[in-house]
């Protein structure tokens, strides 16, 4: 697969132009330069510190901390040419996520059975913002896979190269996953109409 | 430093919107509600804590790979074709190292050469993680009490405001007379004084740089003595961090175990014939343990430890 750089220099937002020097920081790190790493810390902790105050809000900073001794841990397993350091760092996050889901539920922990699903929190915190019941329906209804991968666009701002790589699939099929799950969510939401064209457009942050 | 939560994301060119009158973002989300789904997501930003306490931990952690610690296993995965499943186990093996307390650093290549700036590194890594537990001791709640309890692995004792001492023994409180007070620089501090102390770090650092009285205590163990043993205030606790960041010669050891098994970071300072090392909680910024070691003399080897359990206010002894 070929890295998909365009997603970095299109990005303009939290860590633009620094994208591609987290790269290199993660880099330099794995190869001996363990300081480089802190610069990381600084940059994407609000980042994945939103991501497990979404899922897990009670938990957000024990698990920030814990997975930043992981990526610190793992930072050789990080490789530039798979994808950028901000998806490898989600990767680890949910990994992070996933290991707190198991030990709470007391689940078994199965490797190869990835996917932990925050549902439960994420609902609650649908259900704290007065969603639209039809709305929160829907998503509840969306494949676990396919929901992940939207929320990863829609609430991390990841792109879904970033999204795969955090989730540990193709770039294509993170893409498609999105797909379908905005398929499905047309299709309950607004059967009658042709898709999309009346609704706001903007995914700004207002 | 920027969070995603407030900064307004402008990351599609406007040309896009002009080509196509979407942008990518709106195109990915482009489905009924999506903009309330935004909304729902959005958190309020890390506090100061969470973000000094994650940054701590790498600090440990970094310090503890620079010092060439090579503590358990080595963790070093091939990085490519290795498959999602075997990533995962590696992740959880790595999960389970970290939540065991063992620190697994890979040291492929990690053999320090440049052992002239080492310890000029160590030296900077220290006072970056004693700023961070700085911020940390900073938001801990203000308490209050009329007893200063300190919770030992060797028994409990009781302070009074007037400084007098108690110990428990069988359930009993006996009363040891009154407490030396506590040195820094040049002032002896009773409670009383030590609420009327400056808590501003350059202050406490020039009195803890103040040449020593005779049977001074180094000033990196005045500092712990009042960090770990005194009801002093979260503000003070913070200066004295802080503090501790300006004194030459305090070494950031990494993540290590007390003796009762609790994880937290070492700190060192060495001196002609000892080195004390204190270990704190960086979560709390609680003082764990406090060790002693004769590094030379007549007592050479000899050790001697404090293990705080918990200390803290009360109203009443027992």
């Known amino acids: ?206 | 430093m920027s969070t995603y939560d407030d900064v307004e994301r402008t990351g599609m060119s406007t040309q896009d919107v002009e080509e196509t009158g979407m942008t990518e973002r709106a195109v990915l989300l482009d489905f009924p509600g999506a903009d309330e789904l935004v909304a729902a997501g959005r958190v309020e930003p890390p506090s100061a804590q969470a973000l000094a306490r994650a940054l701590a931990g790498i600090e440990a952690a970094v310090a503890g790979q620079e010092a060439g610690h090579k503590k358990g296993a080595v963790v070093s995965a091939p990085l490519r074709g290795m498959s999602g499943r075997r990533r995962v186990l590696v992740a959880l093996f790595t999960a389970a190292a970290v939540a065991a307390g063992v620190v697994t650093y890979a040291n492929t290549g990690e053999t320090p050469t440049d052992t002239g700036t080492r310890s000029e590194a160590h030296a900077d890594t220290a006072s970056v993680f004693l700023n961070d537990i700085s911020t940390v001791a900073a938001t801990q709640s203000v308490p209050s009490g009329k007893y200063w309890k300190m919770h030992l692995t060797v028994g409990d004792s009781y302070l009074s405001q007037s400084m007098d001492f108690y110990v428990v023994n069988d359930g009993k409180a006996y009363k040891k007379g009154r407490q030396p007070d506590w040195q820094l620089g040049p002032k002896d501090l009773d409670w009383k004084a030590l609420n009327q102390l400056t808590t501003d770090p350059a202050k406490l650092l020039q009195l803890l740089q103040t040449p020593p009285r005779p049977k001074s205590i180094s000033p990196f163990d005045q500092a712990v003595t009042l960090l770990g043993g005194s009801p002093a205030s979260p503000k003070l606790r913070a200066g004295l961090f802080k503090a501790m960041a300006g004194l030459k010669g305090v070494k950031l050891v990494g993540t290590v175990k007390d003796s009762t098994g609790r994880g937290g970071t070492a700190l060192e300072f060495a001196e002609a014939k000892s080195v004390g090392r204190v270990i704190v909680d960086p979560k709390t910024s609680s003082i764990l343990e406090y060790t002693f070691t004769w590094t030379a003399g007549a007592s050479k080897g000899k050790v001697t430890h404090q293990t705080y359990l918990s200390v803290g206010f009360t109203d009443k002894i027992g």
Do not use: C
């Open chain 1, 1 to 206: 697969m070929k890295p998909d750089t365009r997603q970095h220099e299109e990005r303009s937002d939290g860590a633009p132009d620094r994208d591609g020097d987290s790269d290199a920081q993660l880099t330099r790190s794995a190869a001996g330069d363990a300081a480089a790493f802190t610069p990381l810390v600084e940059a994407y902790s609000p980042a994945l510190h939103g991501y497990f105050a979404r899922r897990m809000p009670g938990a957000a900073d024990d698990l920030l901390a814990e997975a930043w001794l992981q990526a610190f841990a793992a930072r050789r397993t990080f490789d530039p040419s798979r994808g950028s350091a901000r998806g490898w760092l989600f990767g680890v996050a949910r990994n992070v996520l996933a290991q707190h889901l198991r030990r709470a539920g007391r689940q078994e922990a199965v490797p190869g059975r990835e996917i932990t699903d925050p549902w439960q929190a994420v609902d609650q915190r649908l259900d704290a913002a007065a969603l639209a019941p039809a709305l929160r329906r829907a998503l509840a209804e969306l494949p676990v896979e396919e929901r992940e991968v939207l929320l990863l666009v829609s609430w991390e701002q990841l792109s879904p190269a970033e999204a795969a790589a955090a989730v540990g699939i193709p770039a294509g099929t993170a893409r498609s996953r999105l797909h379908r799950a905005r398929g499905r969510l047309r299709d309950r939401l607004a059967p009658t109409r042709p898709a999309g064209r009346h609704l706001s457009v903007t995914g700004d942050v207002a």
